[in-house]
């Protein structure tokens, strides 16, 4: 039996573009009584896409809005069909694209789990195996007997996936599932969508979470203006990464780091001035910086009149989730405080991040340590002196891929050593 589960072949989908006039009132009646005459024109939401998807693959689907991934997913569940080309499927297909849809408000939770199911070619019995489970993972409960118009979206959406992630289908389609709902529902949806992986299921997922794409899928399709711009591994995600985000647009793959030149009188606050930033030490590699080496990201500043002022560094991933706060705050040395030159150097520790794109904010503030209490109305507010955004983007390169052709998932990445105890094999005997 061949492993391939699915062949799109050179699909196009094009949608017209409708645009009227406005009318006053006397054209507005008249209209009434004459043909319509519409005025239009078409895009291509897809053109010439192509892919195979294979037993077992779970494939990211990334682009911009409107690159056409909902699209591809909508023609690929059978709700839209597509202009030109061919799609054949070698195996079962379902799909959770706008949450809901196949409900009929009308029906009960309990009748709608039966109703979409059979949409999707499933029989009665098949559904009676799985229904316990379905509901406990809806976690809908007592309300499974209530008509679905009266859910909440929370409610809509937690069927919704249920429904298929216990139906045993070959290929799950999946638009931005991933990302939607509340913590407690992310989690759940993301260890069920681990567990289809690991059966051997065959996954098609769009999402805008490049970090849960980069940790669940084998391979990563970029769509541009619908088309296939990119395929391959997880270096699609930074690519298009690289092309998006501001703070990494000038930063190609061989580049180490880039930095702004934000030198100058803090605004509004002329005795103090910036004079330089960026990296002090570091180890280049092929494709960025090494891991293995620690990374000393430094600010020099100068102050001419006495006030007391704490640095803060706010490291992000390329997804612009917060990593960490470095700070001086709990410096050993000199504070800055008196008139002078300052040198202020973070030092970042070897075998922390991981390969992947990374930005820095600085802020300059004043009474840092009340930053980062509660509940503590008596200490005087800080006060953010000067914030500059995304001042330092850094490439940070894998050295295990450059040598072991590998590297593990994750956006840290801490050197653990691993001890392996071997006592004695155990015979059949024992």
Not at 42 to 68: C, D, P, Q, W
Not at 128 to 143: D, H, P, T, W, Y
């Amino acid at each position: 039996m061949s492993d391939v589960l699915l062949e799109i072949k050179d699909i196009s989908k094009k949608f017209d573009l409708h645009h009227k006039h406005s009318m006053g009132i006397k054209e507005s009646i008249a209209s009434l009584f004459q043909p319509k005459q519409v005025s239009g024109d078409s895009f291509y939401a897809l053109r010439h896409i192509s892919l195979t998807v294979t037993r077992g693959e779970a494939l990211g689907i990334i682009g911009k809005n409107g690159a056409g991934k909902s699209t591809l997913l909508r023609i690929l569940s059978g709700i839209l069909q597509p202009d030109e080309g061919e799609i054949n499927f070698y195996g079962k297909a379902v799909s959770i694209l706008d949450i809901g849809a196949g409900f009929h408000h009308e029906l009960t939770g309990r009748e709608n789990i039966y109703f979409s199911a059979a949409l999707y070619g499933f029989t009665e019995r098949e559904v009676r195996l799985q229904f316990e489970n379905i509901v406990a993972f809806s976690g809908i409960g007592k309300f499974i007997d209530e008509p679905v118009k009266n859910y909440s979206s929370g409610m809509y959406l937690r069927l919704a996936f249920a429904i298929i992630a216990f139906l045993d289908a070959d290929i799950y389609l999946l638009d931005e599932v991933i990302s939607v709902g509340d913590a407690d529902f992310q989690s759940r949806c993301k260890t069920k969508t681990e567990e289809l992986i690991a059966r051997g299921k065959t996954l098609i997922i769009a999402s805008h979470n490049m970090n849960e794409l980069s940790l669940l899928c084998h391979r990563i399709v970029l769509l541009e203006n619908g088309s296939i711009a990119e395929s391959g591994g997880s270096d699609v995600i930074k690519k298009y990464i690289a092309r998006t985000l501001p703070q990494f647009q000038n930063l190609s793959a061989a580049d180490v780091y880039q930095i702004k030149n934000i030198a100058g009188s803090v605004p509004g606050r002329e005795h103090i001035v910036i004079l330089n930033a960026g990296l002090s030490d570091f180890s280049p590699i092929n494709s960025g910086i090494s891991n293995r080496q620690p990374i000393v990201v430094f600010i020099e500043l100068e102050l001419y009149r006495e006030q007391k002022i704490e640095l803060a560094l706010r490291f992000f991933d390329q997804t612009n989730n917060l990593l960490f706060v470095a700070t001086t705050f709990n410096s050993a040395q000199q504070s800055i405080y008196l008139t002078g030159k300052y040198h202020i150097a973070f030092e970042i520790p070897a075998h922390l991040l991981n390969s992947g794109l990374y930005s820095v904010d600085l802020l300059l503030v004043e009474n840092l340590k009340s930053l980062f209490e509660k509940g503590n109305s008596a200490t005087p507010k800080h006060i953010t002196l000067h914030r500059v955004e995304k001042f330092l983007s850094i490439n940070i390169a894998d050295e295990d891929m450059l040598e072991y052709g590998f590297s593990t998932p994750g956006v840290i990445k801490p050197h653990v050593e691993s001890r392996i105890l071997f006592s004695h094999t155990i015979n059949s005997s024992e």
